[in-house]
């Protein structure tokens, strides 16, 4: 069996003379929650319903479970649970019954699914009460229930934390570890909550205008993101100098505002300042510092921008 859930081959897809995304390479493996971040607008959605089969590419192949075969597609939705933009639920049925008409399409045998089902995603309480009537992170829920149905193999939300409180965003991080860790589902996961996605995933695309610009793992970016200290000097360049010469460290980045982030010494801040203070430099700002997934992507599409 493959150890390659989803990868991708220059895949592009156009809508009229515009391309929403374009020669995208990502690789999916067995086990990984694989987190898609991007901007609204960046080509989020349009690639994830490119790999359910909802829409077609332009350009480009997308291996699913090892096969690049168009005509196996139906035994790979098969394979998946998928919640791509909003959940499509009957309004006049409750939770029980939406889950019951999707059991029958599916073709899932036995009703003890559903039960476990609705218990799993937190809606075991809902009652007879109709999904119109709802809020919108009832619905969620329960449009991750009709994903969760079939037990999927891999699983592709789409900004599922859409109407969810703290604590539901808590639960739902906590939901999709279990399955991942117990079960061994792989997941692809788009959201706007970057900070959120930094917790839950442990591999990374990043996309921007409808193109890839990294791919990386969950450590990658953890020691891209990793603690520093952020020194602000009156002489950045002699900043620099001490940093090699007296504290023996070449381990630090001067950013393009004259900071200096130094990953060395981050425990002794007062050992880097007394080191600069005796060079004779003015101190302007020292502090320990942590890069996060938010100011990362905003470094990265900063630079894309102005490519």
């Known amino acids: 069996m493959s150890e390659h859930i989803i990868r991708t081959h220059n895949l592009s897809k156009k809508y009229k003379d515009d391309f929403a995304i374009e020669h995208i390479n990502i690789t999916i493996r067995k086990g990984e929650i694989y987190g898609f971040i991007g901007q609204n607008g960046a080509g989020k959605s349009t690639l994830l319903r490119l790999v359910t089969g909802l829409t077609f590419p332009t350009e480009g192949t997308i291996e699913r479970f090892g096969s690049d075969n168009p005509k196996e597609i139906t035994l790979a939705q098969k394979r998946m649970g998928a919640i791509i933009e909003h959940p499509a639920l009957f309004a006049n049925m409750s939770a029980y019954e939406n889950l019951e008409v999707h059991r029958l399409q599916k073709g899932i045998p036995g009703k003890e699914c559903i039960g476990k089902t609705l218990e799993l995603v937190g809606l075991a309480n809902a009652g007879k009460k109709k999904t119109k009537h709802f809020s919108l992170g009832m619905k969620q829920r329960l449009g991750l229930g009709i994903a969760l149905l079939s037990e999927p193999e891999f699983l592709i939300l789409d900004e599922p934390t859409n109407g969810l409180d703290p604590m539901g965003i808590v639960e739902l991080r906590g939901l999709l ?11 692809l996961i788009s959201s706007h909550i970057l900070s959120e996605l930094h917790q839950l995933a442990t591999s990374f695309g990043i996309i921007h205008k409808g193109k890839l610009l990294e791919e990386l793992t969950g450590k990658e970016l953890d020691e891209k993101c990793r603690r520093h200290i952020r020194i602000k000097v ?18 630090f980045e001067v950013m393009q505002d004259g900071t200096i982030h130094l990953y060395h010494h981050v425990d002794d801040v007062r050992k880097v300042s007394m080191a600069l203070m005796n060079s004779g430099l003015v101190i302007e700002h020292l502090s320990q510092n942590g890069d996060s997934l938010e100011s990362y992507f905003s470094k990265l599409v900063g630079g894309a921008a102005g490519e």
Do not use: F
């Open 177 to 187: 570890k279990k399955l991942n860790r117990e079960k061994g589902l792989t997941v």
């Open 234 to 251: 009156d002489q950045p360049s002699k900043g620099a100098a001490v940093l090699e010469e007296t504290l023996a460290t070449t381990d």
